[in-house]
C-alpha cells in the first residue's frame, strides 16, 4: 500500500513562488512512476507533471513549462514540485498520486494523496 501526504500549499501573490512536498512510504519512487495533478472549482482533475522511476526523466503539461520543476529526493522519501512565476490560473488544489505506468492520465494513478491548496492572488 502507497501512501502520500501532499504538503506545502498555501496563498501567494501572482508572480511568486512556492514549492509543494509529497512524502511517500517505503520505496514508492523506485516502483511508480509519480506525479502532480490540480483541480480548480467547478474544472475536472488535470495532469501537471510526472517523473519516472529511476531514469528521473521529467514531463510538465504545456501551461507549467519553464515555470514549475518536479523532483525527488529518495533518502527523504519525498517529491517536490517547485512553482515559480505563478500565476492567478494556476490557483487549484494539487495532489501527487502514484502509477506503476508512465502516463499523464489521472485514471491509471492508482494512489493519491489528500491534496494541498494552492491559492494565487493578484
Known amino acids: 500500500q502507497v501512501q502520500l501526504v501532499e504538503s506545502g500549499g498555501g496563498l501567494v501573490q501572482a508572480g511568486g513562488s512556492l514549492r509543494l512536498s509529497c512524502a511517500a512510504s517505503g520505496r514508492t519512487f523506485r516502483s511508480y512512476t509519480m506525479g502532480w495533478f490540480r483541480q480548480a472549482p467547478g474544472k475536472e482533475r488535470e495532469y501537471v507533471a510526472m517523473i519516472t522511476p529511476n531514469d528521473w526523466n521529467t514531463y510538465y503539461t504545456d501551461s507549467v513549462k519553464g515555470r514549475f520543476t518536479i523532483s525527488i529526493n529518495n533518502a527523504k522519501n519525498t517529491m517536490w514540485l517547485q512553482m515559480n512565476s505563478l500565476k492567478l490560473e494556476d490557483t487549484a488544489v494539487y495532489y501527487c498520486?502514484?502509477?506503476?505506468?508512465?502516463?499523464?492520465?489521472?485514471?491509471?494513478?492508482?494512489?493519491w494523496g489528500q491534496g494541498t491548496q494552492v491559492t494565487v492572488s493578484s
Open positions: 498520486a502514484a502509477s506503476l505506468v508512465a502516463t499523464s492520465r489521472r485514471n491509471d494513478y492508482a494512489y
